[in-house]
């Protein structure tokens, strides 16, 4: 809270500074950021549902975010594939996406769909939604897209989910699709994705802001620090949609992790990330908004031990 208030967050929306600005906070509109005392961004979260469902075309398969279930999905967004005809490494299709959500429907420990891939074989300004398209055409559990990025990507993309739940009315009670932000760290949020955020919540779809700040990259040298600049990123856009429409159904969503010193990049899959995980988990419970986190993952380089063990406790500490 000392830093949302002292330092601040970066919001590059005009939507979203005025929504600020009407709430009390201190916003600089030439730099684009927000301070906001915590006693508002309290105020804000209590208003956050606690529970909720995720619908899917076959009401059986709905999900209930209650806090005592934990459900497993594909996840996004990979841009290359290893072929399984071939067993080439390409550049990911279209064709992926479909025939990955055959696997995953099939697959009775898969509860749910997540854009697995990027269809790099369609226009970069509609990918996303040839990528939802699959959904309504092959498996009948609730969907997360992962390349909405723009208020008209969102809006097509919400009209596209009420025809499948059969009108906008419906999908609100039920719906099909939810809407996952990634933060811009450290401190900071897109603007797109703020604006295309704020539509969904408008919406009733369940929308989340996920953090991936790396510890000595986008986030401080520690895990501690890296943990609070990302929860600052997180709690600030979830206020937002809650000063917005109050009750809109949101989620806690993280993917911190330590960054390779050798070249900057993102690892993804050490055993910080089982520590972010956990802490995370309790972070989401503190604020009792349903959590959606990294799961899977390992540095290891091949199908081993390692990899084993780093993936049982990648998914078991966040669930816990």
């Not at 992790?257 to 993102?266: E, F, M, Q, V």
């Amino acid at each position: 809270m000392w830093i949302i208030e002292k330092v601040g967050v970066r919001f590059p929306s005009e939507r979203a500074l005025d929504i600020w600005a009407a709430n009390g906070a201190t916003v600089d509109r030439e730099k684009k950021t927000v301070k906001v005392k915590g006693e508002l961004i309290e105020s804000a979260l209590k208003k956050c549902p606690p529970v909720y469902p995720l619908a899917a075309r076959n009401p059986d398969q709905d999900l209930m975010l209650d806090g005592n279930h934990v459900f497993l999905g594909t996840d996004g967004c990979g841009v290359e594939v290893i072929d399984i005809h071939t067993g080439l490494r390409r550049t990911s299709e279209l064709q992926d996406i479909r025939d990955i959500a055959r696997i995953a429907d099939a697959t009775e420990e898969v509860a749910f769909h997540w854009v697995p891939v990027s269809a790099q074989d369609t226009p970069v300004e509609t990918r996303g939604l040839h990528e939802i398209k699959q959904f309504g055409r092959t498996p009948p559990s609730m969907c997360k897209p992962e390349s909405i990025y723009k208020e008209c990507e969102a809006k097509a993309a919400i009209d596209m989910a009420a025809m499948i739940a059969g009108g906008k009315d419906a999908l609100r009670q039920r719906p099909v699709l939810s809407l996952m932000q990634c933060t811009a760290s450290p401190l900071g949020h897109d603007g797109g994705s703020l604006d295309a955020a704020m539509l969904a919540a408008e919406a009733g779809i369940p929308t989340g802001f996920m953090t991936m700040a790396a510890c000595l990259t986008t986030g401080p040298a520690t895990l501690a620090g890296t943990l609070v600049v990302g929860n600052a990123e997180v709690i600030t856009g979830t206020a937002l949609l809650q000063l917005a429409y109050p009750g809109a159904p949101v989620f806690y969503a993280a993917a911190q992790t330590a960054s390779d010193l050798r070249t900057g990049a993102y690892t993804g899959g050490g055993p910080e990330d089982f520590l972010f995980g956990a802490a995370t988990n309790i972070l989401s419970d503190f604020y009792n908004i349903p959590l959606s986190m990294g799961s899977f993952a390992t540095g290891a380089k091949a199908p081993n031990w390692q990899a084993g063990i780093e993936n049982s406790l990648s998914t078991s500490w966040p669930a816990s």
